[in-house]
């Protein structure tokens, strides 16, 4: 009699165990779309991009949290001696086991830290284009310990985020997107450089994804015994139309220009501030004073 007393006891509270991780599995599914449904009824995506990466680190914090305790409260309740012992060690010695797997794993504590800390410092955020160590791309999810990457061939880069916390982050979206694409044309000695330089602007105007503000402009560049180097400078609205606006202007202005009968040789072109670009193997520095053609430009 007595022993089945015994296992009816061990079964109730098997089965109370059992109610407490069903418990806790839809407790951390409820704080996961009570989350996503708060960012979509505020509609932070729109107004505030970095709203969503705070919000998604705190609901995985929130999860892992809440399966910690369930399952500590589940063994426990068991009330089996291994379980029960375990129980307490979890809940008891909670500090000393963080900072034994603090010793242990120091890489995943600190790609954890680093996480929540870009989460809320932001030096990039879901959605922006960065640049970490020539990866290129759009940050797809920034999770516990590592950031994911989406680059430019649909690639996904898993970046460890204690590498992002102690490395230079390029982010195009942050303050302003905007974009130059930069193309260096070739034009024939005595080529009339007022006249080319009306053509370029009329090309960089009429593109649908030019940016009227910053102004384009044309400059001199460099000149030798091949001819005269000018670049043309237009603005998109992010990196990427950046690109697509680099291939248009060199492909419509070497046109241009050739049926003006002032191009030599082909155009080269680069879409990235502060990249250079070569023409007809000359070097392309910052025009000298006085070099420049442009006066669209404010000054």
Request: charged share 15%.
């Amino acid at each position: 009699m007595g022993v089945e007393v015994v296992g009816t006891a061990l079964y109730v509270r098997v089965g109370v165990a059992v109610v407490v991780l069903v418990g806790t599995a839809i407790l951390a599914r409820l704080l996961r779309r009570a989350v996503a449904r708060f960012l979509k009824t505020r509609r932070l995506a729109e107004s505030d991009p970095g709203a969503i990466t705070r919000f998604k680190m705190i609901a995985r914090l929130g999860v892992t949290t809440l399966w910690f305790v369930g399952v500590g409260l589940a063994l426990y309740v068991v009330n089996v001696s291994v379980f029960k012992q375990v129980a307490v060690g979890m809940f008891a010695s909670a500090g000393v086991m963080g900072i034994a797997l603090g010793f242990a794993s120091q890489t995943t504590a600190a790609n954890l830290v680093s996480g929540v800390i870009i989460a809320f410092a932001q030096p990039l955020r879901l959605g922006d284009r960065v640049e970490v160590d020539l990866e290129q791309g759009i940050v797809e999810e920034i999770g516990l310990l590592y950031t994911t990457i989406h680059t430019w061939d649909n690639r996904r880069v898993l970046i460890p985020n204690q590498f992002l916390s102690t490395r230079v982050i390029r982010n195009s979206t942050v303050t302003d997107p905007k974009t130059p694409a930069a193309v260096t044309f070739t034009l024939k000695h005595g080529t009339d450089l007022g006249g080319a330089r009306s053509l370029l602007l009329d090309e960089a105007r009429s593109q649908p994804l030019f940016v009227a503000d910053p102004h384009p402009s044309v400059e001199v560049v460099s000149a030798d015994e091949t001819g005269v180097v000018v670049r043309l400078v237009a603005w998109a609205a992010d990196r990427a139309r950046a690109n697509e606006l680099t291939s248009a202007l060199r492909e419509h202005g070497v046109g241009r220009l050739a049926d003006a009968g002032m191009l030599v040789g082909s155009a080269t072109a680069g879409a990235v501030a502060g990249s250079p670009t070569v023409g007809q193997g000359a070097a392309v520095s910052p025009a000298p004073a006085g070099v420049s053609m442009s006066s669209d430009r404010k000054q």
